[in-house]
């Protein structure tokens, strides 16, 4: 069956970094573009990143451009979120999920969360000192 697992969460001071990954099976990884999401408490899960299926292009909401880094392996089946200057308003727990459309140009169809088939379980990424 598919899944989607994420790791690498935890708690981190401001200022510094993680790197989460999302292992993924049961269908082909190289057909589908990788996007992580993220919900902070009280908030709705809003888009971060998205990588295309060949790893080609990446996009990035505005809060995380020039912070955060995604990156694939399609020999592993496996994509990463490199988060850097992480600050307390990054807190939230973290979602890969994967989409084979191709509206991902379109920075709506990126943030809406139905035009994913797969999800993770979420891992919870704490930034605090």
């Known amino acids: 069956q598919v899944q989607l697992v994420e790791s690498g969460g935890g708690l981190v001071q401001p200022g510094g970094s993680l790197r989460l990954s999302c292992a993924a099976s049961?269908?082909?990884?190289?057909?589908?573009?990788m996007a992580w999401f993220r919900q902070g408490p009280g908030n709705e899960r809003e888009f971060v990143g998205l990588?295309?299926?060949?790893?080609?292009?990446?996009f990035y909401a505005s809060s995380v451009k020039g912070r955060f880094t995604i990156s694939r392996d399609n020999t592993r089946n496996t994509v990463h979120l490199q988060m850097n200057s992480l600050r307390p308003e990054d807190t939230a727990v973290y979602y890969c999920?994967?989409?084979?459309?191709?509206?991902?140009?379109?920075?709506?169809?990126?943030?809406?969360?139905?035009?994913?088939?797969?999800w993770g379980q979420g891992t919870q990424v704490t930034v605090s000192s």
């Open positions: 049961g269908f082909t990884f190289s057909s589908y573009n």
């Open positions: 990588i295309t299926r060949m790893g080609g292009s990446q």
């Open positions: 999920a994967a989409s084979a459309g191709q509206g991902y140009g379109s920075l709506r169809w990126r943030s809406n969360k139905n035009n994913y088939e797969y």
